[in-house]
């Protein structure tokens, strides 16, 4: 591929809490022919994502959290998601075992990578793996909640598998990484 791709101008836009660049670029097409583009790209790392369940009493332990991306497009309601987190510099199995203690109170055992997605590769950079874990009652050791230094003001929410799903067919749950693990749970009869 790299063949294919010639930088033109990659200028950085924004450098605060993520990047964002604009990069003009030659690509030759699979007829042969070059064709110049320009694209703004969006860097804020890669991240990890994880849902735990409980296989005795088929829940699932979500967190609920204002975004200001989605709140801006007109959606009001605190976004329900599965717990996750950027790499910071750690493996991603280090960071959801951090994530879920710090946003959900409960210490993680053995947890399985499922699989990688890009979220949003039309502008975004970020590359997300998957982990499920089953948990039990006595995993939850705190209240969870998230960091206040991070603006985090978390709840924690425990529905079965079942509600879950029935959350992200009404519209309560619309964030994709999250439906995304509901529907592998149910596919592969983790939670009931």
């Known amino acids: 591929m790299k063949d294919r791709i010639r930088v033109r101008e990659d200028r950085v836009l924004s450098k605060g809490w993520s990047e964002l660049r604009s990069v003009t670029f030659d690509y030759r097409r699979r007829d042969g022919d070059w064709q110049t583009m320009t694209r703004e790209v969006y860097d804020r790392g890669h991240g990890a994502v994880i849902l735990p369940y409980d296989p005795t009493r088929g829940t699932v332990l979500l967190v609920s959290q204002f975004r200001y991306a989605v709140y801006v497009t007109g959606h009001d309601a605190p976004l329900i998601e599965a717990i996750a987190g950027l790499l910071d510099d750690t493996s991603?199995?280090?960071?959801?075992?951090?994530?879920?203690?710090?946003e959900a109170g409960c210490r993680i055992g053995e947890a399985r990578r499922v699989f990688e997605a890009f979220m949003s590769p039309g502008s975004v950079t970020e590359k997300l793996t998957f982990f499920v874990a089953p948990y039990s009652a006595a995993d939850r050791v705190g209240a969870g909640g998230g960091l206040a230094a991070e603006g985090e003001d978390i709840e924690v929410l425990e529905p079965t598998l079942e509600e879950a799903l029935a959350m992200v067919a009404d519209g309560r749950i619309m964030d994709a990484k999250t439906i995304m693990l509901l529907q592998y749970a149910k596919l592969n009869g983790l939670a009931g």
């Open 92 to 102: 991603p199995e280090e960071t959801i075992r951090r994530e879920a203690e710090e």
